[in-house]
């Protein structure tokens, strides 16, 4: 679905009104509905940022402070259900030209259908209506992310998520000639040094801070990722949730709560925690994160209930191999007798 996400979501929240939360992490629930009263899209290069006032029968579209235009919701719902019907008709990836995309950006006063951007912690932000005061909210940022087609990253792999390990070998054996014939498969390179008797120790980040980021959550956060990346590169697991459990067995005492300190580490990365630049731990403008199910739901993960948030993302992402030659990772190498290696950190949905 890619850069149409955002194109979709606000479609989907204009025509309904807003959307159903959930109960279970998966499906929605239907009676935990939640009503926006106004979206706030950033502008990029070609938009400045659109504010749409939704009502009973119409949205009213600003951009800037002007009042440029008024919709019929159920106008922009016919438009969206032909969109959605449009993605799924064929795997057209993130740059296929849409018919019912193009109607929908003209209606909605949009010049594009994405205003992301790596540097922003939120998609869009809302105005709700409190479910229990029945106030308005302030506003309040979300992220989006699709089950539609390839499924989202949680982490993007960049040279920023690099983690160097030194690996101690033992006597008589060259961890360079013994990876020689493997060096395209990181993980094959991985799994061969372990099984002649190679430790891999973490050394640095490529990142400071990113270092720095993680620390902010807990000092041994840093620490605590490599041990889980050394256990996915050299295992057959994927799943954070699995590889966290091989990392911190429950026989130690100390892995209930390092792996609480994992499920805070995607909570953060979805709520704002970036690899380039400085994080300060402030999540108060971040609320949650907005899925587009494979059957076109829009479900909100709002976190009034962080537990379950995060343990929504526990369970439903995994660590993935990203371009070893665009991130430049994977291959032993030495420096002053020394041999290391970079694994890179890249986390994505399941399907």
């Known amino acids: 679905m890619g850069e149409w996400s955002e194109l979709y979501v606000l479609s989907k929240l204009i025509a309904d009104g807003g959307a159903f939360g959930t109960n279970d992490g998966n499906l929605r629930s239907q009676s935990d ?16 940022e659109s504010r749409f006032k939704v009502k009973l029968d119409v949205t009213q579209i ?13 106008a922009i719902g016919s438009l969206c259900d032909g969109f959605f019907n449009e993605i799924i008709a064929t795997d057209h990836g993130s740059t296929f030209e849409s018919s019912f995309g193009k109607t929908l950006l003209t209606e909605l006063c ?54 160097e ?34 430790e891999f120790r973490f050394h640095k980040m490529s990142s400071a801070s990113f270092s720095q980021n993680l620390q902010m959550l807990d000092s041994l956060m840093v620490e605590n990722v490599a041990s889980l990346l050394i256990n996915f590169y050299g295992s057959e697991e994927s799943r954070v949730d699995k590889v966290s459990h091989l990392s911190f067995p429950q026989k130690d005492p100390g892995s209930v709560q390092k792996i609480f300190k994992i499920k805070q580490f995607l909570g953060a990365v979805a709520m704002g925690l970036r690899p380039s630049g400085v994080w300060d731990g402030d999540i108060s403008k971040f609320k949650g994160m907005i899925v587009v199910k494979k059957n076109g739901d829009v479900i909100l993960y709002y976190v009034h209930n962080l537990t379950q948030f995060q343990e929504f993302l526990f369970e439903s992402v995994k660590f993935e191999v990203g371009s070893t030659s665009r991130h430049k990772f994977g291959k032993v190498y030495s420096s002053e007798g020394r041999y290391f290696i970079k694994l890179n950190l890249q986390i994505r949905f399941m399907m």
């Open 33 to 48: 509905f939640c009503d926006v009263l106004e979206i706030f899209l950033s502008g990029n290069s070609t938009n400045r």
């Open 62 to 74: 600003f951009v800037g402070d002007s009042l440029v235009s008024e919709v019929s919701r159920s």
């Open 165 to 198: 390990f030194e690996i101690i070998a033992p006597h008589g054996v060259n961890p360079i000639a013994l990876t020689k014939e493997s060096i395209n498969s990181v993980q094959v390179t991985v799994k061969k040094l372990l099984q002649n008797g190679c």
């Open 110 to 163: 949009r010049l594009s259908p994405s205003a992301s951007s790596a540097q922003r912690a939120s998609d869009l932000e809302l105005i709700l209506i409190d479910r229990w005061s029945g106030s308005p909210t302030p506003h309040v940022g979300f992220s989006i992310k699709s089950q539609i087609g390839s499924p989202s990253t949680l982490l993007n792999a960049s040279g920023a998520t690099n983690f």
